[in-house]
């Protein structure tokens, strides 16, 4: 799998795939949709994989380093330093290319590029709670829910956190939550970390 490095000259045909996903998509929500300004942000900070078939670009994902001074940095939420930290931004896949573990593959050679950087200890993501796909390839990655709360205007988000130079302990008793039960997450979850997603339930430790 060649992945190549997108840059400014290609976000007419990254603004084309957004486009192409999201028509597809039955819960539209499910895909927070980036402005062609935030996508030329994160080609500019370069930590971008795209993947090409036959000429087109059918696949991309982007991580993105927040300013050090946002609002709601997701660093706050688990306790770590804002400048040594970066997100997990979007991931795309042309529908007719799905099931090739191609966002899952992009996933990991960011993460290696952001590890061999040197210049991050942690990696941050959101997603929505409705969004199974999303987190299955979250957990696969080894992040990890730190806790679920209202953000960016209130919409319902989990905190997932993948430290590059520790690991996060899981010990204990599992509880398994379902994914929907949102009034357990957002206050008892609190004490717990997500680890792993099994059909319809969320395996949850204290921490």
Known sequence: MNFVKLNLNNIGEIM???DSVYEFLEQKEVLEKLTQEEFEKCLEQGYVAGVYADDELIALRMMYIPSLDEEE?????????RERSIYSEISLVKPEHRGQKLQMRMGEYLIEQVRQSGDFDYIFSTVMPVNLASLKDKFKLGFKIMRTRLKYGGKRRHILYLPLNEEVEIKGEVLNVKYDNYDWMMNAGQSYIGDSLQDDFIAYYKK
């Open 16 to 18: 084309a795939l957004q």
């Open 73 to 81: 940095h997701l660093a706050d939420d688990v306790g770590v330093p």
